[in-house]
Structure formats: C-alpha cells, structure tokens
C-alpha cells in the first residue's frame, strides 16, 4: 500500500472513532515515516493522551520532535518513555530511548536493574498492555506462537478490546483475511495494539 493511502486510511480510522489509539499509533507512525512530523506529533500526543502506556509511542514522538528540532520536548518525551518501558519491562524500547538520552547528552533517569516489579498471582498474567498483573485467558487464542505470545503477555480484559479493535481494522481497511498479507497486517496491528 502506498503511503499516502495508508495514512488516508488511518486517518479516517482515527476521524471516525477519535477514542480509537490504535488508529492514533499507526497514523503517527505512517505520518512519521512519511517526513510529516508536526503532524505526526500531533497524533502520537493523542495516542498518548488515550494510553499512556505504551512506550513505543514515547520512542516515535521524540524522534518526530528531534526532527522538529524541539531538543527539550524530545528529551522529556524520553525521558518519561524510559519510565514507562522500565514500569513494563520493555526493554528494547528502554534501552532505545536511554541510547538518544545519552546522544543528546541529556542525563539517564533512574531504572529498576530487572524485569517487572509485579509478580503475577495465581490465575493471573503480567499484562504487556496494562503493564500490571491482570486476569489470564483460560487457553491460548490461536494454536500458534503468536497465541502462545499473547496467552503469556496478555489479560482476558485487553484480550476482549483487542478483539474489538481488530475487527475493526479488518472492516476500515477491508482486509481480505483470506490472503496471507493481510493476516500478517491484522497480527502487526494486534501486535502494535498489545504492545507485544
Ligand atoms: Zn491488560
């Protein structure tokens, strides 16, 4: 898919159902890449704004800011990114975002040496999303490594949402599930959405 289509799509995702953050993330993602950073900013904030969560979002906006050459907002942005991907134990994304700190000689936060601080409990799963211990699905959703992905990484709650959110990403982008691509795009954006 072009570019321009992409970001098309993603904006009527995002226009159509504004508390979509889904919609948000991938718009300023295409945005970003396609060289439109105030915009992409703009739509990353919202991402941001419906689920703070997700550190992904915090590593796309500080480089959309570097290139708008906001220095300062950048390393806040980090800064906080770091914060939330050592809270959730993502740490490519951590160490990504502590890796810019130190190129813009800004100074590292404080981190937790390992893993997440939770513990899971019994029945329970340290959900990726969340980014706390929430209920376990009763089985794996799919018989394949993904579903054995989301099964450890994923409450029964953002289970539920991202079944909700898939479906209507299948709808607005008219997916034909049937061709293989088009299932490696709804994996990616389910992916994207359980910040797996
Ligand atoms: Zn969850």
Redesign the pocket.
Known sequence: MADAARIEQFRKMASDDPTNELAHFSLGKALLDSGDYQAAADSLRRAIGLNANISKVYQLLGQALLKLGDQPSAIATFTEGVGVADRRGDLLNKNDMLACLKELGAPAPETKPTGPAVVAGEGEVF?R??GRP?PKLEKPPFRSAFGQEIYHN??T??WKDAIGMGTKVINELRLPMADPQAQKMWDQHIREFLAL
């Open positions: 959900c999303r969340c929430g994923t409450c709650k953002c």
